[in-house]
Nanobody, 126 residues
Framework: QVQLVESGGGLVQAGGSLRLSCAAS????????VGWFRQPPGKERELAVA????????YYADSVKGRFAISRDNAQNLVYLQMNSQKPEETAVYYC???????????????????WGQGTQVTVSS
């Protein structure tokens, strides 16, 4: 069973950058697609970015295109989310999540993700 642990959250000023990490345990992680979700206070959780197991396919929400970048290192069982030019409205708990990738495309709904991390808080000050 794959387990995920996020790190790297914290306080950043508007316009600043932050990099989140997601460390996975389990030998099969390289076969998992991964996504970074976020949930602002009082709002629903949304998918920000996702990447297939191979890294070939990616998805970026319109709101983060050009500013966020997802990457993965399957040899190290790590996934990263680089966030640039951050905005105060992006204050949220950020979650790393994954599912076994059978080549059916990148899922966008949280219900389709099998494993989740505990989340890491990102606060963007204005």
């Amino acid at each position: 069973q794959v387990q995920l642990v996020e790190s790297g959250g914290g306080l950043v000023q508007a316009g600043g950058s932050l990099r989140l990490s997601c460390a996975a345990s389990g030998r099969t992680f390289s076969s998992y697609a991964v996504g970074w979700f976020r949930q602002p206070p009082g709002k629903e959780r949304e998918l920000a970015v996702a990447m297939s197991y191979s890294g070939v396919s990616t998805y970026y929400a319109d709101s983060v295109k050009g500013r966020f970048a997802i990457s993965r290192d399957n040899a190290q069982n790590l996934v990263y989310l680089q966030m640039n030019s951050q905005k105060p409205e992006e204050t949220a708990v950020y979650y790393c999540a994954g599912y076994r990738d059978y080549g059916l495309g990148l899922f966008r709904a949280g219900k389709d993700y099998e494993v989740w991390g505990q989340g890491t808080q990102v606060t963007v000050s204005s």
